[in-house]
């Protein structure tokens, strides 16, 4: 059994102390998050103490939250990720392709910002050994974007990340996306949404039928660790140690059925 969970948990948390949580848990990979600060990944130095750290928790890392690929410094900030990413043992590095959302009238702009960027991500990619999985954002354009780039990046470099949280705002929604992208998927950010604005939560506090993603991820070329993004804010369980052993039960029962 694979069981990951993200850092996003609760960044007041150092994480010299939630590696420990993690692991006692029962978790046997982690995934470093978007708040660099708190992981120190955008920093060399610290990547032979991250790499002490996992190791005294018997923790591997399945992937690593990369930059927003519309951000004007995208690429260098990527490539030091992707780098750090190998460093650390992770395979995967997922990325937003764009801010979380942004206007209809914005798409062709964004389209040609991002599709511009591609062949340089496959680049690193191609470096580095490290892939990339494009992230679905907001319903919509945003995510329309998504599923265009992943279609047209070469699949050995860039895969699809399905966040159930995003795929399900306004929802309950069809399971359209991860059917249409089922063969792609490389990575998953699986939580529960209560309602607008309170969502990564454990699954099971919300609306979010896991019933219908557990069949397709089982039936997708998909192998890798069953990864809560969870976190303290909006979940009912608020001390941080109960929700990670309480996110580590729910992804279990994911994990037997997806791999059962």
């Not at 306004?170 to 939580?191: F, K, N, T, W, Y």
């Not at 209560?194 to 993603?213: L, Q």
Request: proline share 5%; hydrophobic share 40%; glycine share 6%.
């Amino acid at each position: 059994m694979q069981t990951s969970i993200s850092t996003t948990f609760d960044y007041s948390v150092p994480i010299e102390q939630q590696l420990p949580m993690i692991h006692k848990a029962g978790f046997t990979h982690v995934s470093f998050g978007m708040n660099y600060e708190h992981s120190g990944l955008l920093d060399e130095a610290n990547w032979e103490k991250l790499g002490k750290l996992l190791k005294e928790n018997d923790l591997l890392v399945d992937t690593v939250h990369g930059y927003d690929l519309d951000r004007a410094d995208s690429i260098e900030k990527n490539e030091i990720l992707a780098r750090a990413a190998r460093a650390l043992g992770a395979p995967v590095v997922v990325i937003h392709c764009t801010i979380f959302w942004f206007e209809d009238d914005e798409y062709e702009e964004k389209y040609q910002l991002v599709a511009g960027r591609i062949k340089e991500m496959e680049r690193i990619a191609k470096e580095t050994g490290i892939r990339f999985a494009f992230e679905n954002m907001v319903p919509g354009k945003p995510t329309d974007l998504c599923v265009e780039m992943v279609k047209m990046a070469d699949p050995e470099y860039i895969g699809f990340c399905y966040d159930s949280s995003h795929d399900q705002i306004d929802g309950p929604r069809p399971m359209d996306l991860l059917s249409e992208l089922q063969d792609r998927v490389i990575a998953v950010h699986l939580s529960d949404r209560i309602r607008e604005f309170v969502d990564h939560v454990i699954p099971g506090e919300g609306f979010v039928r896991f019933d219908e993603i557990t069949p397709l991820l089982k039936a997708s070329p998909f192998k890798g660790p069953i990864l809560m993004e969870v976190g303290v804010e909006n979940s009912k369980y608020k001390d941080p140690e109960e929700l990670v052993a309480k996110a580590h039960e729910a992804a279990a029962d994911l994990w037997n059925k997806v791999y059962s």
